[in-house]
């Protein structure tokens, strides 16, 4: 094939089978919402919805995250691309001055040489040396252009696709709000008294006075359980997707020092019970804001902490995996997405989960029960 043509070829063909790593990843993330809006058109039907809806947002909630991401690396390698192309803009008009001086040469004055045969013979022996390298050069311009031209076409496509997984997400969760609400075949240990629940919230000023008095809020006994999670100690899921901003005993931002950990998340992310366990107390409590408390084996408590909304109601026993409630904040409106799509540090993670665990009524290192690390 002749080396001009490969160039010209090369510059303009349309390659959309031949996807690079960044590009990749958002279009693999595009996938994943399209499957999660097709999970959320399916979930009306499946006979556990609340399940259902719970991994179709949970299925939103990891596209939408892929593609923060995918966008972010390619608008990096899009800029790296371009920088590198302006600083060789000199070298590729060489390139292709010398390919096409190549090309439109006629044959018979390429084989006259002033030394006469021998030195024609020697000329295209170096040529046939020079002409891969200069192939190989007009091959890996012509794949940066062709980058750099689907980096951009992936991200001003990205507006559509954020617009409808963001809509998709906030659907599935307002379904799901209204599924928990119907949801009637759970099993309950107790039943909570408000009056009494009342009285204990006025009447304690610390979560440990609240957790140590839990056994008074239900108008009669708390039937018993030999529920156990032991084998599972330090191996259990945190109940979020989010990053360790603090472990037990460090103290915040505000100065305050607490023996549990907090996870910083992104708004609306759902949060899980990431066993099965009897819900103990959902609410408002002290400067906690709302939390819920969740008890997944006797003498044992999870209270996770500055939930917007919160799900389910005390005494039932819920399965793992079921919702208990929502992180607060507003979803980022597309713009913003698309604008900070460079920045990779986690600031996107704008709410704060506090999560303390309690075992016989003393908190404990919350790391000696959730398995966790930097990126949970």
Same mark, same amino acid.
């Given at each position: 094939?002749?080396?001009?043509? @490969?160039? @010209?070829?090369? =510059?303009?063909?349309?390659?959309?089978? !031949?996807?690079?790593?960044? /590009?990749?990843?958002? =279009?693999?993330?595009?996938?994943? #919402?399209?499957?999660?809006?097709? &999970?959320?058109?399916?979930?009306? /039907? !499946?006979?556990? %919805?609340?399940? !259902? =809806?719970?991994?179709?947002?949970?299925?939103?909630?990891?596209?939408?995250?892929?593609? %923060?991401?995918?966008?972010?690396?390619?608008?990096?390698?899009?800029?790296?691309?371009? !920088?590198?192309?302006?600083?060789?803009?000199?070298?590729?008009?060489?390139?292709?001055?010398?390919?096409?001086? @190549?090309?439109?040469?006629?044959?018979? *004055?390429?084989?006259?040489?002033?030394?006469?045969?021998?030195?024609?013979?020697?000329?295209?022996?170096?040529?046939?040396?020079? +002409?891969?390298?200069?192939?190989?050069?007009?091959? *890996?311009?012509?794949? $940066?252009?062709?980058?750099?031209?689907?980096?951009?076409?992936?991200?001003?496509?990205? &507006?559509?696709?954020?617009?409808?997984?963001?809509?998709?997400?906030?659907?599935?969760?307002?379904?799901? &709000?209204?599924?928990?609400?119907?949801?009637? $075949?759970?099993?309950?240990?107790?039943?909570?008294?408000?009056?009494?629940?009342?009285?204990?919230?006025? /009447?304690?000023?610390?979560?440990?006075?609240?957790?140590?008095?839990?056994?008074?809020?239900?108008?009669?006994?708390?039937?018993?359980?030999?529920?156990?999670?032991?084998?599972?100690?330090?191996?259990?899921?945190?109940?979020?997707?989010?990053? #360790?901003?603090?472990?037990?005993?460090?103290?915040?931002?505000?100065?305050?020092?607490?023996?549990?950990?907090?996870?910083?998340?992104?708004?609306? &992310?759902?949060?899980?019970?990431?066993?099965?366990? +009897?819900?103990?107390?959902?609410?408002?409590?002290?400067?906690?804001?709302?939390?819920?408390?969740?008890?997944?084996?006797?003498?044992? #408590?999870? *209270?996770?902490?500055?939930?917007?909304?919160?799900?389910?109601?005390?005494?039932?026993? @819920?399965?793992?995996?079921?919702?208990?409630?929502?992180?607060?904040?507003?979803?980022?409106?597309?713009?913003?997405?698309?604008?900070?799509?460079? $920045?990779?540090?986690?600031?996107?993670? /704008?709410?704060?989960?506090?999560?303390?665990?309690?075992?016989?009524?003393?908190? *404990?290192?919350?790391?000696?029960?959730?398995?966790? $690390?930097?990126?949970?």
């Amino acid at each position: 094939m002749r080396l001009a043509a @490969i160039v @010209i070829c090369l =510059l303009v063909a349309a390659q959309g089978n !031949a996807q690079t790593g960044p /590009s990749q990843a958002a =279009l693999e993330a595009a996938q994943m #919402l399209e499957q999660a809006s097709i &999970s959320l058109t399916q979930a009306d /039907s !499946a006979r556990d %919805r609340v399940r !259902a =809806l719970t991994e179709t947002i949970q299925a939103y909630e990891a596209g939408l995250a892929a593609m %923060r991401d995918g966008l972010r690396k390619a608008a990096t390698r899009e800029a790296q691309l371009t !920088a590198e192309l302006r600083a060789r803009e000199k070298d590729v008009a060489q390139l292709l001055g010398v390919l096409q001086t @190549i090309e439109t040469t006629a044959p018979p *004055v390429l084989m006259l040489h002033p030394s006469g045969p021998l030195g024609a013979a020697r000329t295209g022996m170096m040529l046939s040396e020079v +002409t891969p390298g200069l192939n190989a050069k007009a091959e *890996v311009l012509a794949k $940066d252009l062709q980058e750099v031209q689907t980096l951009r076409a992936l991200q001003q496509n990205a &507006s559509e696709t954020l617009t409808e997984g963001l809509s998709g997400v906030q659907d599935a969760r307002t379904r799901l &709000s209204e599924a928990i609400a119907d949801r009637t $075949d759970l099993p309950r240990r107790f039943v909570e008294d408000p009056v009494r629940t009342a009285i204990l919230i006025s /009447s304690t000023e610390t979560l440990d006075g609240f957790a140590s008095g839990l056994s008074e809020i239900s108008e009669g006994e708390i039937a018993q359980t030999d529920a156990s999670i032991s084998d599972r100690k330090g191996n259990v899921p945190l109940p979020v997707q989010g990053i #360790l901003l603090h472990g037990a005993g460090e103290t915040d931002a505000a100065g305050v020092t607490r023996p549990g950990l907090v996870l910083g998340t992104r708004p609306r &992310s759902l949060v899980i019970s990431p066993t099965a366990a +009897t819900i103990r107390y959902r609410g408002p409590l002290l400067d906690l804001g709302n939390l819920v408390i969740l008890e997944p084996q006797p003498g044992l #408590l999870f *209270v996770f902490s500055g939930l917007q909304e919160v799900y389910g109601a005390p005494g039932q026993v @819920i399965p793992e995996g079921t919702p208990v409630g929502l992180m607060p904040g507003e979803m980022p409106e597309i713009g913003a997405i698309l604008s900070t799509s460079s $920045d990779g540090t986690g600031t996107d993670r /704008s709410e704060t989960l506090y999560i303390e665990v309690r075992q016989e009524n003393s908190p *404990v290192d919350p790391e000696s029960w959730f398995r966790t $690390d930097k990126d949970g």
